[in-house]
């Protein structure tokens, strides 16, 4: 079946822009969460959705950085007043379920520069 | 605080050798792990989970966890050139977001 879908592959931007990253996660799937890699990083976690809801917002550098998933399935990660220090490549993943035990597949990402 | 620590490498290893890769994590707590493979320019694929004390074999792919010293392996099996990539550990100590190490870049030489 599909996997995670990402759009756009590779976004650039100038400082102080708003831009919208997307995914579209697996079929079926209620977990969606997205990550932040930066060069020669692990993936760090920014937002995690159970459903419609945002239930842990906890990574979320400031409040430059919001997520909305309004009818459970496809997500919008936003940013406001795009800084430099936003360049990197924003994943996004998607489990069956929550639980310690629900594997997270990741979409390809979005590679985001801020010039 | 959440840490996961893996060496950086890189690590090389020849063509059909086993390749052994090592996580510690700083959450006693945690209940599950996993091991995402990375190409460079490509984003993490799962290739191993594991939940419970000992060894997990999947393939050419064995995993092997220790609760009690925090430790998490992975090891290759007849490592072949495109085993190359960037392998994560990654470590979720409750039922949401998980924490990933910086990864250990293997290089397997022809």
């Known amino acids: 079946g599909a996997g995670v879908s990402q759009t756009p592959s590779n976004k650039v931007t100038e400082k102080g822009k708003y831009v919208e990253l997307r995914c579209d996660p697996i079929s079926g799937h209620t977990a969606l969460y997205w990550y932040r890699q930066s060069l020669g990083q692990g993936p760090e976690f920014l937002i995690y959705f159970q459903g419609t809801g945002a239930a842990d917002d906890s990574g979320l550098p400031n409040d430059r950085f919001f997520a909305v998933r309004p009818e459970g399935s496809v997500s919008t990660l936003k940013i406001q007043r795009t800084e430099r220090g936003d360049s990197a490549v924003y994943l996004c993943?998607?489990?069956?379920?929550?639980?310690?035990?629900?594997?997270?597949?990741f979409g390809p990402g979005t590679r985001l520069t801020v010039l | 605080q959440k840490e996961v620590e893996q060496n950086s490498g890189p690590l090389s290893v020849p063509e059909g050798a086993i390749a052994s890769l090592n996580c510690t994590y700083s959450d006693r707590g945690s209940q599950s792990f996993f091991w995402y493979r990375q190409y460079s320019g490509k984003s993490p694929e799962l290739i191993m989970s594991i939940y419970s004390n000992g060894d997990k074999e999947d393939g050419r792919f064995t995993a092997q966890l220790n609760k009690a010293s925090q430790y998490v392996s992975l090891l290759i099996r007849d490592s072949q050139p495109s085993d190359s990539a960037t392998y994560l550990c990654a470590v979720k100590p409750g039922a949401n977001n998980l924490f990933f190490g910086t990864g250990t870049r293997l290089t397997v030489i022809p």
């Open positions: 993943a998607s489990s069956a379920a929550r639980g310690s035990y629900n594997e997270q597949f």
